[in-house]
């Protein structure tokens, strides 16, 4: 008897025709991508192939000239470019997670503080968003460090503390941009799978802009842009 054959994942998120310009620059040049629930990808190119544009577009930072960008999200799925300014703002609040390589913690604020920051904003109430935020940092390995200010963490940790901050609302999709472009390769290692278990490892997605092959290694699918297109995409591992 014959097995039915396993459906892939649904899309989280699907970018049709993007073009982006920059003057007479070309960023983006009709790119299509479609990342799935779950899924791990990373972006890689050269400096001005596009990659850090196609992510802002992607998370909604920025928007193209021409193009769709769809998001399925816990509310239904939207067109991105078409939502109003605060619209987008909300979404990249309540459903987008982000890491980056500073990691762009408020100095002022402990990493539990940190972490609480954008579940406040999004109307939580100031216990359960600490709670909530320290079983993020404890989760990730920092139990013991949420009164810490990031100028008392390694870079790894504070980068571990932006990973638990990205995460805490729930986050359908987290993007990274160079998230361990600042590290040792030791810990480079370290935060990429703490990345990798608080995203793919809840069934959420990770977008992971990226120089480093042995970051892009650890994700399912490596895409690969040269001169604002998709040149390759591929499974991790194969070229």
């Known amino acids: 008897m014959q097995q039915p054959s396993s459906s892939p994942p649904p899309a989280v998120l699907h970018a ?55 998001f399925a999200g816990r509310s239904g799925t939207v067109t991105v470019p078409e939502l109003s300014d605060a619209d987008r703002s909300r979404l990249r609040r309540e459903e987008f997670g982000f890491v980056f390589q500073q990691g762009f913690l408020l100095p002022e604020l402990t990493a539990a503080e940190n972490v609480a920051l954008p579940l406040l904003m999004n109307g939580e109430k100031k ?14 390995g920092l139990a013991g460090m ?56 809840q069934g959420r997605a990770l977008v992971v802009v990226t120089h480093d092959e042995a970051v892009a290694a650890r994700c399912a699918r490596v895409v690969r842009m040269r001169d604002g297109r998709v040149h390759a995409d591929s499974a991790a591992g194969t070229r």
Do not use: C, N
């Not at 960023?27 to 990342?35: G, K, R």
């Not at 791990?40 to 920025?62: E, F, N, P, Q, R």
């Not at 216990?127 to 990730?140: E, I, K, N, Q």
């Open 16 to 70: 049709a025709r993007l073009v982006k310009r920059y003057g007479e620059t070309i960023a983006l040049d009709d790119v299509q991508l479609t990342v799935r629930r779950g899924e791990s990808v990373a972006i890689m190119g050269a400096s001005g192939s596009g990659k850090t544009t196609l992510l802002h577009v992607l998370a909604g930072i920025i928007l193209p000239d021409a193009g769709d960008v769809r």
């Open 127 to 140: 216990d359960a968003a600490g709670d909530r935020a320290r079983a993020w940092l404890a989760a990730l």
């Open 146 to 201: 949420a009164d810490r200010r990031p100028g008392q963490l390694s870079g790894g940790q504070a980068q571990r503390v932006a990973i638990a901050r990205a995460q805490a609302t729930g986050a359908s999709v987290t993007f990274a941009d160079e998230p361990t472009g600042a590290l040792d390769s030791i810990t480079s290692e370290e935060v990429m799978t703490a990345l990798l278990h608080s995203t793919t490892g």
